[in-house]
């Protein structure tokens, strides 16, 4: 199987992945359900996991699949990673920060990957021998794509850097490294005070402008932030 095959497929899955998710976010409300990792998950979650599996099966049977909501499923050298929305949270609030993400590991190694982020009418794919790429929406996004470069030169000192979850989500020891890091920056998104000993602050909303889940990613491809850095919630705190 070539990987511009892998490419042209993944950019099909994608577009179903976003005529569904598409759907469920121009209703007034989206129901949801609280897993037990205390994160949500919606019936788009559901609907566009299953979806793309009952595609992939068909299209690459000899492939493996694991999904966030169902699972794993079949073995082989090849296995397809796949979330169906990132960032749920804020598909739920009517936010546009949520993508759907897809993967291709070949004997452990990840040759493929793309964030699809229709309410932003973008996505973003990316191959080892290839480089990183950005366009619309749609399967022939390839042909208005164009190449995402790294900047040169810069420093710490005059960096952007994203950090999520806020501090009262995280414990002493997290706080600290956000702290330290945001010092030595010029620019932190979302804007707050990192440095602060009180961690009891209330929490903000994911801001378009911060990070978090695939967003903070995505906001260093396109360079809107030098980095991001995602925390991992505090034991017995609330999820991202």
């Known amino acids: ?47 566009i996991e299953n979806v793309l599996r009952s595609l992939i099966r068909q299209e690459r049977p000899d492939d493996a699949f694991i999904g966030e909501e169902f699972g794993a499923e079949g073995h082989g050298r090849r296995r397809w990673i796949i979330d169906a929305i990132d960032g749920t949270a804020s598909f739920l609030a009517g936010e546009p ?13 990840i040759t493929l990957g793309m964030a699809s982020a229709p309410a932003l009418g973008r996505r973003w794919w990316a191959r080892p021998d290839s480089g990183s790429w950005t366009g619309p929406c749609s399967s022939n996004s390839e042909a208005s794509a164009h190449r995402l470069a790294l900047a040169q030169g810069g420093s710490a000192q005059n960096a ?12 002493q020891q997290e706080r600290a490294v956000a702290a330290k890091l945001a010092r030595a920056v010029k620019q932190v998104r979302p804007l707050l005070d990192w440095t602060a000993e009180d961690p009891t602050t209330p929490t903000p909303r994911k801001p378009s402008t911060g990070s978090g889940t695939c967003h903070g990613a995505l906001l260093v491809a396109t360079g809107q932030l030098d980095t991001s850095l995602l925390l991992e919630p505090a034991p017995g705190t609330s999820p991202r």
Not at 160 to 171: C, S
């Open 1 to 47: 199987m070539t990987d511009l095959a892998d490419l042209e497929l993944v950019h099909r899955l994608a577009d179903r992945a976003d005529a569904i998710s598409g759907g469920y976010f121009s209703t007034a409300t989206v129901e949801s359900r609280t897993k037990s990792d205390g994160s949500p998950v919606t019936a788009a979650d559901r609907e």
């Open 160 to 171: 952007a850097l994203g950090i999520w979850p806020p501090p009262p989500r995280l414990n």
């Open 97 to 109: 920060e949520w993508g759907t993400l897809i993967a291709i590991e070949d004997n452990g190694r």
